[in-house]
Nanobody, 121 residues
Framework: QVQLVESGGGLVQPGGSLRVSCAAS????????MGWYRQAPGKERELVAR???????SYADSVKGRFTISRDNAKNTVYLQMNSLKPEDTAVYYC???????????????WGQGTQVTVSS
């Protein structure tokens, strides 16, 4: 019914930048909150950044001032611009979206498949 597809991950040197994208498709009337999470090896998945339907944002303390989340509602897409990357940012990054099938019918929260971001020299 709904698919989230991430793209843009890869290998970058410390101090570099990378932008990841997540496009949603399928039976979508509207997307409420969207977010980016990450999971490093041996660690739990953690929230990195979140953006609500009205554009308000919140960030994990570890990425404040370095990462920026944004969205394009016409394209059902959320972005994460990552600057001043550090080795500790290395993880699989996942997007999550809260999908409305109609104006009153909440379909549920969907996850993307993840994209690897590796920060290393």
């Amino acid at each position: 019914q709904v698919q989230l597809v991430e793209s843009g991950g890869g290998l970058v040197q410390p101090g570099g930048s990378l932008r990841v994208s997540c496009a949603a498709s399928g039976s979508i009337f509207r997307i409420n909150a969207m977010g980016w999470y990450r999971q490093a090896p041996g660690k739990e998945r953690e929230l990195v950044a979140r953006i609500s339907s009205d554009g308000s944002t919140s960030y994990a303390d570890s990425v404040k001032g370095r990462f920026t989340i944004s969205r394009d509602n016409a394209k059902n897409t959320v972005y994460l611009q990552m600057n001043s990357l550090k080795p500790e940012d290395t993880a699989v990054y996942y997007c999550k979206a809260q999908i409305m099938r109609t104006s009153s019918d909440y379909l549920g929260a969907y996850w993307g498949q993840g994209t690897q971001v590796t920060v290393s020299s």
